[in-house]
C-alpha cells in the first residue's frame, strides 16, 4: 500500500536543493528552509508529546508570522488536521466554531487569546511566543471516509449552500490546487513574495504553493504601508498577493514612490471585486497593470486575470488550464450561474457531513456567484445569486455598486442591499463605514458621485452611516 500525501514531506522533497536559501523573513528573523524545516519538525514531535495524534483535528489560533507557518506545518506533520481560527473571533464565537468542527485540541498564541487552561507545548522553536494547548472531549462521529480522505485543513465556512459548515481538504486535492493555480501565477525559487493577508484565509493555496517552490516569503505586519515600504528596503520584491484595500493605499499613499514597486513581476489583487479607480489609479502610478483573482475555497484559484494582451478592467480573466467554466441559466445579456470542474474542488463539507460526489455528482460545482462570459471566454463577476436586488424586474448586483461607492476617498468599506417596497419589489441601499465617521461628507456628494457612475436604478435610494459592518464567523461581510 502506497504511504499517503504529506504536504510537508512534500516540501521538505522539493526544496532538498534550497536548504540555504531563506524562506520566511518575518521582521528580523530570517529562516532558511533547512532552518523552517527543523523548527516543524521540533513542534511536530512536542505536540504528539502532548497528546496530538493522526487526524485529531486542531483549531490554530496565531498572529500572522513564521510562527504561523511553522505551527501550522507542525500540525500537518504529526499528521493532524488544521482548523485556522481567523484573531478576529471573538470568545463565544470561537467556542462555536470549533464544537460545530468537533475539534480535539486548541493550540493558540497567548498574545491573541486569554483563557486559563492551556498548558504551554515543550518546545523552543517559537523563541518570541507562549503558545498554549487547550484538549476538548470530541465526539468523533465522522464517517470512516473521514479517515479515507486524508485530510489536511479544515476551513471553516457557510459553503455556497449557505447549510454547510465547514471545508474539508485533503492533502492530495492540496497538492492539486496549488500546482493548478502555479499555471497562472508560475512561482519559482527567484521569487520573493510579499505577504500583508491574513493567514487564517489564505494560507492553502497561496502560502502552501510559495513554499513547494522554494519561493522567500516577506511578512509585512501593520502598519501598512510602513511594513511594506521597511521590507522593500531590504529585499526586492517580485510577487504581490494582496486585497484591493492594499492596492489603493499603495496607489494613494505619498509614502510610496512610483519606482517602490519596481522589479515587481506581478502584482495580484484578491478576497473582494477590484475598484476599478482602484486599478487606474494603481496602473497611473506604478505603470502596469493589477491582475485580479478569482479563488473559492471548494475550488481553489480557478482563475486569474494576468498574462500578455487586453486584460479588460472588472474581468476575473479566463479559467487557467485545469479548469472548464459554464454559465447556466443565462437571461437575454448572458448573465447566469457560474459553475466549475476542474483540479483540487474540495473534498466533503463536514457539518453536516456531506461527500464533494453528494454536492456536485456530475463533476460541476455551482458556486453561488452570478456572471457572464464574453466573447474571448474571460469571466465579469456580478454578484451572488441569492444577494441579487430585483428593483422594477432590473437586477442590481450589490458588488458592482459597492466598488462604486468603495471609491470614495471618504468611504472605508460598504454593503449593498435590497429593501423590501410594497411598489418596487425592492429599493437599493448602503450601509457606509467611514474612514473618518466625525466627519461624513453631505449625502447629496455622495448621491451625485454615484449618478456619474452608475445607471440611475442601480444608485442606492437611502444611504446609512454604520460603525462597523456585521461578519460572519468566517470573517465575511454578512449579507442582509
Request: net charge neutral.
Amino acid at each position: 500500500m502506497n504511504k499517503p500525501c504529506n504536504l510537508v514531506e512534500v516540501i521538505r522533497r522539493e526544496t532538498a536543493e534550497a536548504r540555504e536559501a531563506v524562506a520566511v523573513v518575518d521582521g528580523g528573523r530570517e529562516l532558511t528552509y533547512g532552518q523552517l524545516l527543523a523548527a516543524v519538525e521540533a513542534v511536530a514531535g512536542a505536540l504528539r508529546r502532548a497528546g496530538i495524534r493522526p487526524l485529531h483535528r486542531v483549531a490554530f489560533l496565531c498572529e500572522d508570522s513564521a510562527d504561523y507557518i511553522i505551527g501550522s506545518l507542525a500540525i500537518l506533520a504529526v499528521p493532524a488536521v488544521v482548523v485556522p481560527l481567523s484573531p478576529s473571533l471573538m470568545g463565544d464565537e470561537l467556542e462555536r466554531v470549533m464544537e460545530r468542527m468537533d475539534v480535539h485540541h486548541l493550540l493558540y498564541d497567548a498574545a491573541v487569546l486569554r483563557r486559563d487552561d492551556g498548558r504551554p507545548v515543550d518546545t523552543d522553536a517559537f523563541p518570541s511566543k507562549q503558545v498554549l494547548l487547550v484538549s476538548r472531549q470530541a465526539r468523533d462521529d465522522f464517517p470512516a471516509e473521514y479517515t479515507r480522505l486524508n485530510p489536511a485543513f479544515i476551513r471553516f465556512s457557510s459553503g455556497t449552500t449557505g447549510d454547510s459548515k465547514g471545508v474539508l481538504l485533503s492533502h492530495e486535492t492540496i497538492m492539486d490546487r496549488t500546482d493548478a493555480a502555479d499555471r497562472g501565477l508560475r512561482i519559482t525559487r527567484q521569487d520573493t513574495v510579499i505577504w500583508v493577508l491574513a493567514m487564517s484565509f489564505h494560507f492553502v493555496v497561496t502560502i502552501l504553493l510559495f513554499l513547494r517552490r522554494g519561493a522567500t516569503i516577506v511578512i509585512c505586519r501593520q502598519p501598512f504601508p510602513e511594513s511594506f515600504l521597511a521590507a522593500a528596503g531590504t529585499r526586492r520584491a517580485t510577487f504581490f498577493y494582496a486585497s484591493p484595500f492594499h492596492y489603493h493605499v499603495l496607489a494613494t499613499s505619498a509614502l510610496v514612490p512610483p519606482a517602490g514597486l519596481a522589479g515587481v513581476r506581478l502584482a495580484v489583487s484578491t478576497a473582494m471585486k477590484l475598484p476599478e479607480e482602484t486599478a487606474a489609479a494603481f496602473a497611473v502610478k506604478f505603470g502596469f497593470e493589477l491582475a485580479e483573482a478569482y479563488g473559492i475555497i471548494e475550488v481553489g484559484l480557478p482563475f486569474l486575470n494576468a498574462g500578455t494582451g487586453a486584460r479588460p478592467r472588472g474581468a476575473v480573466g479566463r479559467a487557467l488550464p485545469d479548469y472548464e467554466i459554464r454559465v447556466t441559466g443565462a437571461d437575454d445579456q448572458g448573465v447566469g450561474a457560474i459553475e466549475i470542474c476542474g483540479k483540487g474542488m474540495f473534498d466533503a463539507y463536514v457539518s453536516p457531513w456531506r461527500t464533494r460526489r453528494e454536492v456536485f455528482p456530475d463533476g460541476w460545482f455551482r458556486t453561488g456567484d452570478i456572471g457572464r462570459l464574453d466573447a474571448e471566454g474571460r469571466l465579469f463577476i456580478l454578484g451572488r445569486e441569492k444577494n441579487v436586488i430585483n428593483f422594477v424586474g432590473m437586477k442590481i448586483f450589490p458588488y458592482e455598486v459597492e466598488a462604486v461607492i468603495a471609491g470614495h476617498e471618504a468611504v472605508r468599506e460598504c454593503l449593498v442591499y435590497g429593501e423590501p417596497h410594497s411598489l418596487y419589489g425592492q429599493m437599493p441601499a448602503v450601509k457606509i463605514v467611514l474612514k473618518d465617521g466625525a466627519r461624513p461628507p453631505p449625502l447629496e456628494d455622495l448621491r451625485r458621485y454615484c449618478f456619474q457612475r452608475l445607471a440611475s436604478h442601480k444608485v442606492p435610494k437611502t444611504f446609512h452611516f454604520v460603525e462597523r459592518l456585521e461578519r460572519t464567523e468566517s470573517g465575511k461581510i454578512k449579507r442582509v
